[in-house]
Nanobody, 123 residues
């Protein structure tokens, strides 16, 4: 069992910044990577970014490249998502998730999920 606790969501103006955190506990050794997904009303949950625990290799959706940065602190078992130059279209519920295998881009290949945190960007 892997437990995830998220924090950092909120309301910001377009062009602003926000940092999301996800603290992992439990059997984290069985997790190869951590990812961030987001879901807007009426839309499917989509990939945002992911990072490997061991190598630190990162993956990003085209829509956030150059604006978002994913990082991790292995000693704290914590993953971060720094979001800069936020746009109204970034508004969604953001989820962190633990990846055990398969494609890091697919929500179907993540086994554990946080509760989600709301990010709202006003225009």
């Amino acid at each position: 069992q892997v437990q995830l606790v998220e924090s950092g969501g909120g309301l910001v103006q377009a062009g602003g910044s926000l940092r999301l955190s996800c603290a992992a506990s439990g059997r984290t050794f069985s997790s190869y990577a951590m990812g961030w997904f987001r879901q807007a009303p009426g839309k499917e949950r989509g990939f945002v970014a992911a990072i490997s625990w061991n190598s630190g290799r990162t993956y990003y959706a085209d829509s956030v490249k150059g604006r978002f940065t994913i990082s991790r602190d292995n000693a704290k078992n914590t993953v971060y998502l720094q979001m800069n130059s936020l746009k109204p279209e970034d508004t969604a519920v953001y989820y962190c998730a633990a990846h055990l295998g398969g494609s890091v881009y697919s929500n179907h290949d993540y086994s554990y999920w946080g509760q989600g945190t709301q990010v709202t960007v006003s225009s």
